[in-house]
């Protein structure tokens, strides 16, 4: 519904001074009226569009940091899984392997398979073994022996790149790191 007040001054004679009048007209608008661009000219709906524009902006402004931010969290759990499933089958890979050389290449051939698996990239990977409960980065290495008895850290890093970041800015410092403790003997038969 549409009100409109006019004001007008008229004047009855030249003598006497002018008097305001009123005149009110109420209309209603339907949707098949022919003149809604004469009467929406000026009036209070002609933002109708503008609140889609901002809701549409709002949107987007909040759901492309959502996006990424969740892409991310979900590389770094698919990158976190992929190097604790690879160090725990190294290990048992390397339980298993007739002499410490064959199970050292298994491992790291496992471990390659393990990370290939869930998409992450293998180039910066690495099979470490530790002195259990060291450091898997900066411990010094032990040489593997299959001894029954021996136990030791089967440590496997790998980089994890975020999508749209360069690896310029990022460097070598996002690494995810997954341990298995190997009590050798404990995956062969008939010990």
């Keep these: 519904m549409i009100a409109t ?28 009226s022919p003149d809604d661009s004469a009467t929406s000219s000026g009036s209070a709906d002609d933002d109708g569009g503008r609140a889609l524009i901002e809701v549409v902006f709002l949107a987007v402004l909040l759901l492309i940091p959502t996006v990424y931010i969740l892409a991310c969290v979900m590389r770094i759990q698919a990158a976190t899984f992929a190097v604790s499933q690879g160090a725990r089958d190294a290990g048992r890979v390397m339980d298993a392997a007739p002499t410490p050389a ?50 030791y850290d089967v440590c496997v890093v790998a980089l994890v790149t975020f999508p749209g970041v360069p690896s310029v800015v990022t460097g070598s410092q996002n690494t995810v790191t997954g341990v298995f403790t190997l009590h050798v003997g404990d995956f062969r038969e008939g010990q």
Excluded: N, Y
């Design 102 to 151: 064959v199970g050292v290449a298994r491992a790291q051939e496992i471990a390659q398979l393990a990370l290939t698996d869930q998409r992450v990239p293998a180039d910066g990977m690495q099979v470490r073994f530790v002195a259990p409960g060291s450091d898997c980065v900066t411990a010094p290495q032990v040489p593997p022996s299959l001894r029954p008895g021996d136990v």
């Design 5 to 32: 007040v006019q004001w007008a001054r008229r004047s009855r004679s030249e003598g006497t001074p002018a008097v305001p009048a009123m005149r009110l007209r109420v209309a209603t608008r339907s949707a098949a």
